[in-house]
């Protein structure tokens, strides 16, 4: 892929968002912009509304005004089934992995592939699993379920149940949160490799700065519910504003 | 896969013993009110059917064979009942059989009763109505077990009463207790006894008389000129034959009334017995007495008469010559 | 204050429920059926409740009848014995201490499994996989308790049953024959027809509330812990009133 290509395909366009809860308004005129084969990381506090973004990325949130632009559909004009489309180009990492208990690693990626209207059969549907599980390292742990598994592996197999509808968009959701350092470094590796194979795009919430530094080519820094300032690693290190600078010292 | 097979297995089977179960319970309850199967209908028309309700049972000999089906007013005095019958009952419910509506048990629910009251007539048909008998009517029941009881309280009452003026009364007791009537009947039946044999001494002596008179009744003849005399003689001859056999008739009732008496004693019949016997003995043994004495009394005349009368009166004397 | 607040939330809760049970019937014919998911909970909810509510139905019908006993043997009915116990199980007895046994183990497992798949983003992990939650979690769940737990009252109504013939031949003696035409003698139509309609209502009534505290759970551990807590509290509350109304509009329908 081609990487001037990539960079004028926008996949994501997030312009002017806005949504509070009650009196509090979380984001307010909130842009970004991502491409294809992009990692952005949305560096902001505890509260400060990263969470929401993405969850109105995906429909799970009503943002009160703004518009968002999907491979330039707009998700809050689609209809359900349209809206499951979109959904099944998104790869949504969970803060809480959110593997489902009472299923076993197979049945929680096989989930996603087994909706009405997708037509796959068995042998496809165990070969994709085998690959997503391949690619996160975890062959062995097949048949084994969610509760038995450490908190990286859990990680791991909740990217895996990303990345098996191979999507276009990743939505990752603190994926470092809760992890010790050495693992949260795997995971950020593993996070750039499967950038680097099937050429994503990712929105990356966090407020790790390690994270930040290996796995982000943009940063949006979010403040009082604004894009407060954008750019790469470096140039932001380098800013000024005590605000953008706390987040870097 | 085959864990998935299992499981569904599992949840079919049990969804299919729960219908099962209900499908059974639904079904015995309605076979008791008898709405599957064939059934026919019968009525019966009431004056009052005391509280009779849709679905109580018709029973046939104490056999349920059916149920009440309806229950509707004829007129403002008349009910008729609606009773759905088994089908094979047809070929044993006859026209002429009694329904009446009764009770199961003192205070269970009613149920109507068909009885056979055992006279030919052709079995029944669909929609025959059949005849009634007057319900049984609790309260009448209980009315009259009411009245009944305290008659049987009013008869009791005088039963202990009397019961108890019998255990009062000493004079019954030492009657009873007496052996006084016992021995006086003993002493009795010993003088009976003496008496029958000086009868019979009596009776020997007579019949002695009389054959010699019979033996020389030639001589007598030819002695006899008169007649009238030989007439007077003949009744007189005559009388002394009835005496005799009077007096034998008697001695043998006699003897068999000693018998009786004699036979009683030995049973050991109680003193009761005895007095009940008492009365009719002693009456008939003063009689047979009476008669006896009256008999001999009226022989001695005759003979006493024949002795004074000439033409015997040498006879006798050979005789008191010989003795 | 207090009791206006108090008030108010209740109210609240009483309309967002309302809501919750008018999204259940506004859903649940429309496409697409979550059959499999249907089947796995009928399995879970009916098959694997039924070692406890045979438990419990065996000795309640055993106990009911060991309790009667005396007092029947006092007023000379000892005979009518298995129609007062075939009655009441499967009246009263039976479906109500089936469906609080069931609000018990069901309600609370539904309350905190969505509850906590609620806490940890399951449910909008599912609705991003293009599952709609409400009816793969909530109507799949609802539909097997109201259609499961019928069968499990009639199973338990069984067994009790069961349990009361035992009873009755631990100090007496009845063939087990005569036990049933006793029973199924002193029954009626409007004995089981009634007492079966009101199971469903039942367990409509558990399934929903437990999926509605469930899926309307509270962050954190303590919100799954009083979800699951409330959906038995209110479904075993529900499942008296219901029966309450069940009994006055079978009175009104004359079926007592």
Known sequence: MNEIENKNIVILEISNL????????????????????????????????????????????????????????????????????????????????????????????EFPLRRHWIKINQLEIDKMILQALYDVGLTHTLNMMPIELSGGMRKRIA???????????????????????????????????????????????SHDMNCVKLASDKVAVLIDGKCFAFGNYQELKLNTNPLVKQFFE | MSSKLYKNMKLGFFVSTGMALLILLLYFIGKNRNLFGSNFVLKARFENVQGLKDGNNVRYAGIDVGSVSKIKFINDTVVEVFMNIENKMKKIIRKNALVSIGTDGLVGNKVVNISSIRKQSPLVQE?????????????????????????????????????????ESTALWNFLKDDFVPKKLHSFVFNLDVASKKTNLILDDAKIAIDKITNGSGTISTLLYDTVLSNDLRNIVKNINNAGSQADELARKINILTNKIDADINQGYGPIHALLKDSTIVHSINRSMNNIEKATDRFNIYMEALKHNFLFRGYFKKIEKNK | MQNSIRSKTFFNEVGNTSKFIGNFFARFLQPPYEIQEIFKQCYIIGYKSLPLVGLTGFIMGLVLTMQLRPFMIDYGVESQLPAIVGIAIIREIGPVITALIFAGKIGSSIGAELGSMKVTEQ?????????????????????????????????????????????????????????????FESLEFRDVIPAYIKTYFF????????????YNSNKGTEGVGSSANAAVVVSSVMIFILDLLAVQISDLLGFN
């Open chain 1, 159 to 205: 990217i895996a149940r990303t990345l098996i509808l191979k999507p276009e968009i990743i939505l990752y959701d603190e994926p470092t949160t809760g992890l010790d350092p050495i693992t949260g470094k795997e995971i950020i590796k593993l996070m750039i490799e499967i950038k680097n194979k099937y050429n994503t795009g990712s929105l990356i919430i």
């Open chain 1, 18 to 109: 806005k949504k509070s809860f009650g009196e509090i308004n979380v984001l307010d005129g909130f842009n970004l912009t991502l491409h294809k084969g992009e990692n952005i990381v949305v560096l902001g506090k505890s509260g400060s509304g990263k969470s929401v973004l993405i969850k109105c990325l995906v429909g799970l949130l009503k943002p009160d005004s703004g518009k968002i632009k999907i491979f330039n559909k707009d998700i809050n004009n689609q209809s359900a089934i349209e809206l499951d489309k979109i959904r099944s180009k998104i790869g949504f990492l969970f803060q809480s992995n959110a593997l489902y208990d009472s299923m076993t690693v197979k049945e929680n990626l």
């Open chain 3, 203 to 214: 367990g409509f009534a558990v399934g929903i509330i437990g999926c509605y505290k469930g």
């Open chain 2, 127 to 167: 929609n025959d109505v059949l005849i009634t008998r007057k319900p049984i009517d609790t309260d009448d029941m209980l009315r009259t077990l009411f009245k009944t009881n305290n008659d049987i309280a009013i008869i009791a009452e005088n039963l202990k009463q009397t019961i108890m003026q019998i255990n």
């Open chain 3, 123 to 183: 449910i909008d992990a599912m609705e991003v996989s293009g599952t709609n939650p409400f009816k793969y979690l909530v109507i799949s769940r609802v539909l097997a308790t109201t259609l499961m737990l019928p069968i499990l009252i009639i199973l338990s109504d069984a067994i009790s049953l069961y349990g009361s013939y035992l009873g009755v031949n631990i100090k007496g003696s009845i063939s087990f024959n005569f036990f049933w035409t006793q029973i």
